[in-house]
């Protein structure tokens, strides 16, 4: 069965994203400069995280296949060690896998993460984001949200070492050139 996606239009960051089997609706896929499809998933304490609730700020949210295996691994110590210059730079880290609730408790505490790590087990999210490849599969990949709520930067695959750096280097300017005077 195809999921097909629809974004309901209200308010920035307002709209919804809804999973349907009807096959009249249009797919959605993420577009740099266009409104960031709104989520709500659960973190590794059991609390809805929205995406909604980070307007105003910038927004890492960050895209992996597995909770704790080495990529992940790396990639999710890196973004936490970094975590001080990105909440300089005003930016959230959300991190998004497959993995359940108690899964992403168990790889955070394991590894002493800073960062809110959410589950989408149904990877409805995951898909909305082009995160899901071939046969289902999820993929690492990152977007950075603006604080109007715009998809900034989008990278479909990443490779884990260096990636929290790379990502820290955009922020730096996409802020700058957010900043400048129209």
Same mark, same amino acid.
């Given at each position: 069965?195809?999921?097909?996606?629809?974004?309901?239009?209200?308010?920035?960051?307002?709209?919804?994203?809804?999973?349907?089997? &009807?096959?009249?609706?249009?797919? $959605?896929?993420?577009?740099?400069?266009?409104? !960031?499809?709104?989520?709500?998933? /659960?973190? *590794?304490?059991?609390?809805?995280?929205?995406?909604? &609730?980070?307007?105003?700020?910038? $927004?890492?949210?960050?895209?992996?296949?597995? !909770?704790?295996?080495?990529?992940? /691994?790396? *990639?999710?110590c890196d973004f936490s060690d970094g975590i001080e210059k990105f909440t300089e730079l005003s930016a959230v880290i959300l991190g998004m896998s497959p993995d359940s609730v108690e899964d992403q408790k168990k790889f955070a505490e394991k590894h002493k993460l800073?960062?809110?790590?959410?589950?989408?087990?149904?990877?409805?999210?995951?898909?909305?984001?082009?995160?899901?490849?071939?046969?289902?599969?999820?993929?690492?990949?990152?977007?950075?949200?603006?604080?109007?709520?715009?998809?900034?930067?989008?990278?479909?695959?990443?490779?884990?070492?260096?990636?929290?750096?790379?990502?820290?280097?955009?922020?730096?300017?996409?802020?700058?050139?957010?900043?400048?005077?129209?």
């Open positions: 069965m195809t999921i097909l996606l629809t974004i309901i239009s209200t308010p920035l960051l307002a709209h919804e994203a809804h999973a349907t089997t &009807e096959s009249t609706e249009e797919q $959605v896929s993420i577009q740099v400069g266009q409104p !960031a499809p709104a989520f709500t998933r /659960t973190d *590794q304490h059991g609390q809805e995280v929205s995406l909604s &609730e980070f307007k105003g700020k910038w $927004v890492v949210l960050y895209f992996y296949p597995k !909770a704790d295996t080495s990529g992940c /691994t790396m *990639q999710a800073k960062i809110t790590l959410l589950s989408d087990t149904d990877k409805q999210v995951m898909r909305i984001y082009q995160a899901i490849k071939d046969q289902n599969r999820p993929v690492r990949s990152t977007v950075i949200i603006d604080p109007q709520g715009n998809v900034a930067h989008h990278w479909p695959t990443v490779t884990p070492r260096g990636h929290a750096d790379m990502i820290r280097k955009k922020l730096d300017e996409l802020r700058a050139a957010n900043e400048k005077p129209e």
